[in-house]
């Protein structure tokens, strides 16, 4: 996987494109530091990244077992600014299942990719280099 971000020049705002297709997103920063407040910063990507991954694996769990688990709603609020950061998941199922389909989709929920790697630690490898001239 991979993604890369492009800043627009005399903004906060970034072009993000990610590698699996030609997807893009955009992000911003509030007024309140600079920006304009036209997109999600990044950090604000982050949540979204953990509710959508915990809502898509429970409802692929679920297609797998023949479950009807009715609208699925996952709402992550996130503290960035404890230490160390907080995320509290809040999950809502439209269907009818009993205690024991509950139990399990709650383990279900905790497997997702997003959560895990959050919680087996990340690993970061940096480089920062300036660009070669323009040869004229």
């Known amino acids: ?18 590698r699996r297709g030609a997807f893009r997103l955009v992000t911003d920063e509030p007024e309140s530091v600079g920006g304009e407040n036209s997109a999600p910063a990044p950090h604000e990507l982050f949540p979204a990244a953990l509710a959508s991954c915990v809502a898509t694996t429970l409802v692929m769990y679920a297609r797998t077992k023949g479950w ?21 998941i809040d999950i809502t199922l439209g269907g009818e299942v009993s205690e024991e389909q509950l139990r399990r989709l709650e383990k279900v929920a905790a497997s997702c990719p997003v959560r895990r790697a959050v919680e087996a630690g990340v690993v970061f490898e940096e480089r920062i280099r300036a660009a070669e001239p323009a040869v004229t």
């Open 68 to 88: 009807e688990l009715g609208e699925v709603e996952v709402n992550v609020d996130y503290d960035h600014r404890s230490t160390p950061p907080r995320f509290e």
């Open 1 to 18: 996987m991979n993604a890369r971000a492009h800043m627009i020049p005399g903004t906060l705002r970034s072009e993000v494109s990610i």
